[in-house]
């Protein structure tokens, strides 16, 4: 595991540095899992701030990985779908306090990641924030659209995850993606402050809260976004218009034209 975990009292801060903009991978999702093992292992009643490293939270799927990827057959899109599917829902459901602390640009999955923290702390200039996937060629998994109308509500999810906007930190606030902004060199103490805001004795009562709260969300994911993802969002990942749409956007992207 490439990821660091510190204790700050009673919280665990947990720093992603898969690679140097956390673009998300195979390799970012087997860090994900190593770290929450370890939480689960060594740190069970403690609150967690996720975190980045320099001015990156996360850029989203690695799209270097993930284009070619998507140029192949359905089935092996489905089965890497289901990998993905689970690192956010590991995050999304964890049974103690999480939050972000946006340290920088969070993009697309990398949003999302931070979304399905209970609360987030964003830094107060410079970052960018946005759900890109429409634009660039990928279908919003109905999972995701799901965890986002619970943390957002669902006119901001559906303005965010349609029009594929990137939006500045006041934005970002005033649309609710964060909750509160804070300057980078305090960033982290607030996010501590925060999830050690719930004490110690009341851990229990606050996972059993968060599952209820969840509980509509979870039940909408279970009936509804799990069926309708495994019917048909491998095949509009891997359609001709969306293979297209990732050509064009690789080529804005990098200057070069796809190789796939």
Known sequence: MSWTIER?????????NT??????????????????????REHTDSPVVLTGTGTRFSAGLDLGEHFPLFAGDTETVASWFQDYRATNMRLFTYPRPTVAAVNGHAFAGGLITAAVCDRRVAVDEGAKFGINEVPIGIP???????????AWGEPVASRACLQGEIYGTVDALRLGFVHELAPADELLDRAVA??????????GNYAYTKRALQAPALRDI??????????????????DGSRRAHRRYWEQLKGRPAEW
């Open 8 to 16: 700050r009292g009673r919280v665990a801060v947990v720093t992603m």
């Open 222 to 239: 279970a009936e509804l976004s799990d069926p309708l993802d495994v019917a048909e969002l491998a095949a509009g990942m891997t359609s």
């Open 140 to 150: 919003m998994p109905a999972v995701y659209l799901r965890m986002l109308a619970y």
């Open 194 to 203: 925060i999830a050690e805001s719930t004490p110690e004795d009341s851990i």
């Open 19 to 40: 690679n140097p903009v956390n673009a998300q991978n195979r390799a970012f999702f087997a860090d994900l899992h190593d770290a929450f093992d370890e939480l689960e």
